[in-house]
Nanobody, 119 residues
């Protein structure tokens, strides 16, 4: 079982920045594929950014020039630095971990953190 706890959400004006953090339990964090997703009411949860165990990253097209995902394996934490925020970035942001136990993958989610960007 992996627990994920997000923090760092809040209210920010358009053009501002926020850094989200996700602390993960487990002794094999460095092996986890980690990601950030976001969801607005009535819509599906969409990938914002992902980072592999060896630090390779991928981003949704609309975020790749403004958001940066990173990880600190010593702290079992993944971050999402969000710059130049826009009102359309308003959503609940979820941390996700994909963990392999043997050959079987498991998905874990945090409880989400609200990000609200005012215009």
């Amino acid at each position: 079982q992996v627990e994920l706890v997000e923090s760092g959400g809040g209210l920010v004006q358009a053009g501002g920045s926020l850094r989200l953090s996700c602390a993960a339990s487990g002794r094999a964090f460095s092996d986890y594929f980690m990601g950030w997703y976001r969801q607005v009411p009535g819509k599906q949860r969409d990938l914002v950014a992902g980072i592999t165990s060896d630090g390779n990253t991928n981003y949704a097209d609309s975020e790749k020039d403004r958001f940066t995902i990173s990880r600190d394996n010593a702290k079992n934490t993944v971050y999402l630095q969000m710059n130049s925020l826009k009102p359309e970035d308003t959503a609940v942001y979820f941390c996700h971990a994909n963990v392999f136990v043997g050959s079987r993958p498991y998905d874990y989610w945090g409880q989400g953190t609200q990000v609200t960007v005012s215009s």
